[in-house]
């Protein structure tokens, strides 16, 4: 079965960096979408960064010219550089990917548990 499991969350200073990483593990036939979605409680889970299979990306407004979204295809990994962090980017951050399991009938969303970024001003 498909696993993502993210990693590098943490508490760090306003003005901070971090750096996510997520892994898609098991029997994979093809990815189109990578993905990174954050959630305040009491919010809706919103879109943050994503790359597409041919390389485009996009980016929430509040974090463009701060965030990169970054992968190696090969090792069906993933990454989000976050730099200048504000408090206002706490939040559990959430690594998604459309992509096709292998024995699958097509491609389908898959999570990861999530980890918690915390920013303090």
């Known amino acids: 079965q498909v696993q993502l499991v993210e990693s590098g969350g943490g508490l760090v200073q306003a003005g901070g960096s971090l750096r996510l990483s997520c892994v898609a593990s098991g029997s994979i036939n093809s990815i189109n979408t990578m993905g990174w979605y954050r959630q305040i409680p009491g919010n809706q889970r919103e879109l943050v960064a994503r790359?597409?299979?041919?390389?485009?990306?996009n980016y929430a407004d509040s974090v463009k010219g701060r965030f990169t979204i970054s992968r190696d295809s090969a090792k069906n990994t993933w990454f989000l550089q976050m730099n200048g962090l504000k408090p206002e980017d706490t939040a559990v951050y959430y690594c998604?990917?459309?992509?096709?399991?292998?024995?699958?009938?097509?491609?389908?969303?898959?999570w990861g548990q999530g980890t918690q970024v915390t920013v303090s001003s």
């Open positions: 790359i597409f299979s041919g390389g485009s990306t």
């Open positions: 998604n990917s459309l992509l096709w399991e292998s024995g699958g009938t097509g491609p389908r969303l898959y």
